[in-house]
């Protein structure tokens, strides 16, 4: 198989995480003798540099989530592959890869065993890898996991729901870390909080970051926060990556339509601003994942859609430094 | 001058929960006049949605106003029964839920739920109430609307059941739309036709509009005026302006510095605010936020403070501004810390 090296790496970088041509796809009811699939997510390709965060973003259903947990091999994927610091993990036993491959969820609600204590929320993950020579060791890792966070040893022998949304996310990332990872899928991990909490989960999500050398996939709807906290973007439609660049130059000089249009149309928080901005408001709905449209999946709310557009699929393309797109317009 | 439709006063409003009183809002005056677009921001909790339900006469046990006043287009809304609000709601004041799916009925198909809404308040015939129908469609903009009347919620999407939302809540021309974080589920190309509908709509029927949401995005680029929640009390009105480049609450202030903001060319550190909301059932006894607040002061945790008018449109409720104020008289200080 063709290996497209489609997210251009940079020289002397060292890639901890990568997926090529990675394909999810879900059975779904259908006739007797025709099966139908969701294609969640359909030859994606990208890399993550060591240390940094890529930020991935698209409407709902767009396949964020099963990127991430496919990357996890949460899923079995349907074909591609994983690569982890080199080496193919697609078909592997995952056990010693879990200790360095976590995730955070988005629902701090759901997400933690309402029956157990913080203490044993944290600790369920050493337990399992085996990571405590004995109680107190465990205990002791614990304690620190908690104190990273911006909890403390009090918290322990508490429940859930005795903690607010924002105290429960930290919970969630302190289960994460407790393993001592090296890589952290986090699927919207501030989008059930609250604003002003919501600030200080980035920033704790940064600070651990630079302290523990931890490389993210930062999955949010949400681009403000995704750009703020991720060095690289990579927009998703419809299963597809569409465009991928450095946070900066996706923000202000994204090229493709879909990417366009999403960021025109978030309302940004100032007047003035938000009133001289120009939306380009896109007609029509997402459509169906288990019946995309041929060619480019965005053509049917595109613009500048002509003929090959319903044709051809669009490869990712560079056009610039690190920035792929793909359109066949640009 | 504009005509004042809305006007709370003092409004007091409890839940009687068995773990003890939930003191919901706390003092709320919001006044709005004709034509206004209204924002209700603040944290999760904080009274925005029950200050929106008891406009519609909506308040359910265990809640109950036990203060204050709600005036609505010459109606006493905290003193009318069910059958009276029943006349005026959805007729003179509407609301739009955050959930299309749980507001509209899945048994009955779009169709049979506006058609609902019409025979309610007017005297439309079966076939005036279909062309009544199929015309509020087209208004919000969804295609094919004979062939929508007909279909169920389920076979609609996010976006297209948020616009039949509207389609019914607008049915009869109402004064005052109330939308309860109308895009929250929605995403954000389908929230960006949404805003824009809404903000069409209202020019078109000339209606006024109040705008209930976390995101401060959609209220500086839809709304006039502004008013911030914390922990059941208002603690800052004001012009959209006012609030995003001149905020006077310790609260507001720590709010905009939390927000990351996609058009900045540099990266900036965000500033969150420290702590935790507040527990509802054991408020501090003077202002909200204290608490959180990095410029608390004695009696900031001690009384809750009055509003400082800073100008005609513009209060805020913080002993920061009482002390200049004071200062300012007196030329000493008279508030120690
Ligand atoms: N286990 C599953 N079985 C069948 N279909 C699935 C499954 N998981 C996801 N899908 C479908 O795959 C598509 C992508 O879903 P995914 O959850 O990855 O989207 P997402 O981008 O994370 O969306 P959101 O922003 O709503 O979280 C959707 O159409 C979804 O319905
Ligand atoms: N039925 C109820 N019983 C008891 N307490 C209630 C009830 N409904 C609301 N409350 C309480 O009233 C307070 C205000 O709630 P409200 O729903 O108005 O908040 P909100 O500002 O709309 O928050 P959000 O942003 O989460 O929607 C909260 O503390 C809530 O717990
Ligand atoms: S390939 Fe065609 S349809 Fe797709 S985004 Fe580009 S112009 Fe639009
Ligand atoms: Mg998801
Ligand atoms: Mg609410």
Redesign the pocket.
């Given at each position: 198989m063709e290996n497209k090296n489609t997210t251009g790496k940079a020289a002397g970088k060292k890639t901890l995480v990568e997926i090529q041509n990675l394909k999810?796809y879900?059975?779904?009811a259908g006739s007797l003798f025709q099966k139908r699939y969701?294609k969640?997510?359909d030859d994606v390709s990208f890399h993550i540099e060591e240390g940094e965060t890529l930020g991935l973003v698209?409407?709902?259903?767009?396949?964020?989530?099963?990127?991430?947990?496919s990357m996890l091999r949460l899923?079995e994927p349907t074909s591609g592959k994983i690569l982890y610091e080199g080496k193919d993990i697609t078909k592997v036993d995952m056990l010693p890869y879990r200790r360095k491959m976590q995730i955070v969820f988005?629902d701090p609600y759901a997400s933690l065993n309402p029956r157990m204590t913080v203490g044993d929320i944290v600790g369920e993950p050493i337990d399992i890898h085996k990571l405590a020579d004995s109680k107190n060791d465990r205990l002791d890792k614990i304690i620190t996991m908690l104190e990273r966070v911006g909890l403390n040893s009090e918290h322990a022998n508490r429940y859930p729901h005795e903690f607010s949304g924002g105290q429960r996310q930290r919970v969630g990332i302190a289960r994460a870390l407790a393993v001592n990872p090296e890589f952290i899928v986090c699927?919207?991990p501030v989008s059930a909080l609250d604003v002003s909490i919501q600030a200080q989960i980035v920033n704790m999500f940064e600070q651990l970051q630079e302290e523990m050398g931890l490389t993210y996939l930062f999955?949010a709807?949400d681009l403000s926060v995704v750009k703020h906290i991720s060095r690289r973007i990579g927009v998703?439609y419809l299963?597809k990556l569409v465009e991928i660049a450095d946070s900066y130059e996706l923000a202000f000089h994204h090229v493709h339509p879909y990417t366009k249009s999403l960021i025109s149309a978030i309302p940004i928080p100032d007047p003035v601003v938000s009133r001289e901005k120009k939306r380009i408001v896109l007609e029509g709905d997402v459509p169906?994942?288990?019946n995309p449209p041929s060619g480019c999946r965005f053509r049917t709310r595109c613009a500048y859609a002509t003929d090959i557009c319903a044709e051809n699929e669009p490869e990712l393309r560079q056009v610039g430094n690190g920035h792929f797109v793909a359109c066949h317009h640009i | 001058m504009s005509k004042i439709l809305l006007d709370i006063q003092d409004l007091r409003l409890s839940f009687f929960t068995p773990a003890g009183e939930v003191k919901a809002l706390n003092d709320v005056s919001i006044r709005m006049n004709e034509g206004d677009v209204l924002g209700i921001v603040g944290e999760s909790g904080s009274g925005k949605s029950v200050t929106a339900y008891s406009i519609m006469g909506l308040t359910a046990h265990p809640g109950r106003i036990i203060g204050g006043t709600i005036d609505f287009n010459g109606h006493r809304i905290d003193r009318m029964t069910e059958k009276e609000m029943r006349k005026i709601r959805g007729n003179e004041v509407s609301i739009i839920f955050q959930d299309p799916m749980t507001s509209l009925n899945p048994v009955y198909t779009i169709g049979d739920q506006i058609r609902e809404v019409l025979f309610l308040h007017t005297n439309l015939d079966k076939k005036q109430a279909q062309h009544r129908a199929t015309e509020l469609l087209k208004l919000v903009g969804l295609n094919d609307p004979e062939k929508r009347l007909k279909q169920y919620p389920h076979e609609l999407s996010g976006g297209m059941r948020q616009r039949v939302m509207i389609a019914i809540a607008l049915a009869c021309e109402p004064k005052l739309l109330i939308a309860d974080e109308p895009t929250t589920a929605l995403?954000v190309t389908i929230q960006a036709q949404i805003m824009e509908l809404m903000i069409e709509l209202k020019k078109k029927l000339n209606m006024s509009i109040i705008m209930i949401t976390h995101d401060l995005g959609i209220v500086a680029s839809m709304c006039r005026k502004i008013v911030v929640m914390y922990a059941g009390k208002v603690v800052e009105k004001g012009t959209v302006e006012e609030i995003f480049y001149n905020p006077k609450h310790e609260y507001t202030k720590g709010l905009l510095k939390s927000i990351p903001k996609l058009n900045a060319t540099e990266r900036e550190k965000l500033v969150p605010i420290p702590g935790t909301p507040v527990d509802m059932l054991n408020p501090p006894p003077g202002c909200p936020f204290a608490p959180r607040c990095e410029k608390c002061m004695k009696i900031c945790i001690r009384s809750m403070p009055e509003f400082t008018q800073i100008s005609d449109t513009h209060a805020s409720a913080c002993w920061l501004l009482q002390k200049e104020a004071a200062q300012a008289l007196k030329g000493g200080n008279s508030i120690g810390k």
């Amino acid at each position: 198989m063709e290996n497209k090296n489609t997210t251009g790496k940079a020289a002397g970088k060292k890639t901890l995480v990568e997926i090529q041509n990675l394909k999810q796809y879900f059975a779904v009811a259908g006739s007797l003798f025709q099966k139908r699939y969701v294609k969640a997510v359909d030859d994606v390709s990208f890399h993550i540099e060591e240390g940094e965060t890529l930020g991935l973003v698209g409407e709902s259903g767009c396949g964020k989530t099963t990127t991430g947990r496919s990357m996890l091999r949460l899923y079995e994927p349907t074909s591609g592959k994983i690569l982890y610091e080199g080496k193919d993990i697609t078909k592997v036993d995952m056990l010693p890869y879990r200790r360095k491959m976590q995730i955070v969820f988005q629902d701090p609600y759901a997400s933690l065993n309402p029956r157990m204590t913080v203490g044993d929320i944290v600790g369920e993950p050493i337990d399992i890898h085996k990571l405590a020579d004995s109680k107190n060791d465990r205990l002791d890792k614990i304690i620190t996991m908690l104190e990273r966070v911006g909890l403390n040893s009090e918290h322990a022998n508490r429940y859930p729901h005795e903690f607010s949304g924002g105290q429960r996310q930290r919970v969630g990332i302190a289960r994460a870390l407790a393993v001592n990872p090296e890589f952290i899928v986090c699927d919207e991990p501030v989008s059930a909080l609250d604003v002003s909490i919501q600030a200080q989960i980035v920033n704790m999500f940064e600070q651990l970051q630079e302290e523990m050398g931890l490389t993210y996939l930062f999955i949010a709807h949400d681009l403000s926060v995704v750009k703020h906290i991720s060095r690289r973007i990579g927009v998703m439609y419809l299963g597809k990556l569409v465009e991928i660049a450095d946070s900066y130059e996706l923000a202000f000089h994204h090229v493709h339509p879909y990417t366009k249009s999403l960021i025109s149309a978030i309302p940004i928080p100032d007047p003035v601003v938000s009133r001289e901005k120009k939306r380009i408001v896109l007609e029509g709905d997402v459509p169906s994942p288990l019946n995309p449209p041929s060619g480019c999946r965005f053509r049917t709310r595109c613009a500048y859609a002509t003929d090959i557009c319903a044709e051809n699929e669009p490869e990712l393309r560079q056009v610039g430094n690190g920035h792929f797109v793909a359109c066949h317009h640009i | 001058m504009s005509k004042i439709l809305l006007d709370i006063q003092d409004l007091r409003l409890s839940f009687f929960t068995p773990a003890g009183e939930v003191k919901a809002l706390n003092d709320v005056s919001i006044r709005m006049n004709e034509g206004d677009v209204l924002g209700i921001v603040g944290e999760s909790g904080s009274g925005k949605s029950v200050t929106a339900y008891s406009i519609m006469g909506l308040t359910a046990h265990p809640g109950r106003i036990i203060g204050g006043t709600i005036d609505f287009n010459g109606h006493r809304i905290d003193r009318m029964t069910e059958k009276e609000m029943r006349k005026i709601r959805g007729n003179e004041v509407s609301i739009i839920f955050q959930d299309p799916m749980t507001s509209l009925n899945p048994v009955y198909t779009i169709g049979d739920q506006i058609r609902e809404v019409l025979f309610l308040h007017t005297n439309l015939d079966k076939k005036q109430a279909q062309h009544r129908a199929t015309e509020l469609l087209k208004l919000v903009g969804l295609n094919d609307p004979e062939k929508r009347l007909k279909q169920y919620p389920h076979e609609l999407s996010g976006g297209m059941r948020q616009r039949v939302m509207i389609a019914i809540a607008l049915a009869c021309e109402p004064k005052l739309l109330i939308a309860d974080e109308p895009t929250t589920a929605l995403d954000v190309t389908i929230q960006a036709q949404i805003m824009e509908l809404m903000i069409e709509l209202k020019k078109k029927l000339n209606m006024s509009i109040i705008m209930i949401t976390h995101d401060l995005g959609i209220v500086a680029s839809m709304c006039r005026k502004i008013v911030v929640m914390y922990a059941g009390k208002v603690v800052e009105k004001g012009t959209v302006e006012e609030i995003f480049y001149n905020p006077k609450h310790e609260y507001t202030k720590g709010l905009l510095k939390s927000i990351p903001k996609l058009n900045a060319t540099e990266r900036e550190k965000l500033v969150p605010i420290p702590g935790t909301p507040v527990d509802m059932l054991n408020p501090p006894p003077g202002c909200p936020f204290a608490p959180r607040c990095e410029k608390c002061m004695k009696i900031c945790i001690r009384s809750m403070p009055e509003f400082t008018q800073i100008s005609d449109t513009h209060a805020s409720a913080c002993w920061l501004l009482q002390k200049e104020a004071a200062q300012a008289l007196k030329g000493g200080n008279s508030i120690g810390k």
